[in-house]
């Protein structure tokens, strides 16, 4: 992999992580179930986040994507905690 593309990994993985959670949000019989596996795509994304900002050299991107897959998560559980009414 090019240095330039290990270093905007992370808004890949944005990227990725976004379409992932719209398929199974906007999915007509979506349940509890897909809620789950979009918070658990949500936690891999930051992961990976993590990873390539320890491994990279240029750190301002993957940054930047670490703290929006932080945001998409916490804003991902409230959704599937107000949409299947878990609380």
Known sequence: MKEKDKNRF???IIAINIILILFLLTEEKSD???GIVAIVSSIVAI???I???VNTKKKIYNSISLI???IIFLFLVY???TKYNII
């Open 10 to 12: 992370g808004l890949y």
């Open 32 to 34: 509890i179930n897909y």
């Open 47 to 49: 992961l990976f986040n």
């Open 51 to 53: 990873k390539i900002l």
């Open 68 to 70: 929006i897959n932080i």
């Open 79 to 81: 959704f599937v905690i």
